[in-house]
C-alpha cells in the first residue's frame, strides 16, 4: 500500500528556517526521482523541488538558493531544508514522485508570517 507521510510544517517568522520530512512506503521510493511539491491558498499545486533517483537536484526559481532537497534511500524518507523563509512560501507541502501518480499525502502546513 502507497503511503506517503509528510511532517515537520509549522509556523515560523521571515528569515527562519524549517525542515521537512517524507517517509514512504510502497512506492519503490530509490527507484523513482521524488519531488516537493506545495500549494498556496487559492492557488494549484506547484512543483518546488526535486531529488533524482541519484540525488540530483533540482529546483524552481522561487525557491532556488534556499531551499535544499535531499533524500535518505534506506530510511525510505524524503527532507526538504528550508531557509530565509518568505511569507509567500505560506503553502501545504506534499511529497510525491516526479512526476506524481497516484493518491497523495496529508501534507504539512508551513505558516511564514511576521
Known amino acids: 500500500q502507497e503511503q506517503l507521510v509528510e511532517s515537520g510544517g509549522g509556523m515560523v517568522r521571515p528569515g527562519e528556517s524549517l525542515r521537512l520530512s517524507c517517509v514512504t512506503s510502497?512506492?519503490?521510493?530509490?527507484?523513482?526521482?521524488m519531488g516537493w511539491y506545495r500549494q498556496a491558498p487559492g492557488k494549484q499545486r506547484e512543483l518546488v523541488a526535486v531529488s533524482s533517483t541519484g540525488g540530483i537536484a533540482t529546483y524552481s526559481d522561487s525557491v532556488q538558493g534556499r531551499f535544499i532537497v535531499s533524500r535518505d534511500n534506506g530510511k525510505k524518507t524524503l527532507y526538504l531544508q528550508m531557509n530565509n523563509l518568505k511569507p509567500e512560501d505560506t503553502a501545504l507541502y506534499y511529497c510525491?514522485?516526479?512526476?506524481?501518480?497516484?493518491?497523495w499525502g496529508q501534507g504539512t502546513l508551513v505558516t511564514v508570517s511576521s
Open positions: 510502497g512506492i519503490g521510493f530509490s527507484a523513482n526521482a
Open positions: 510525491h514522485t516526479f512526476p506524481a501518480e497516484g493518491l
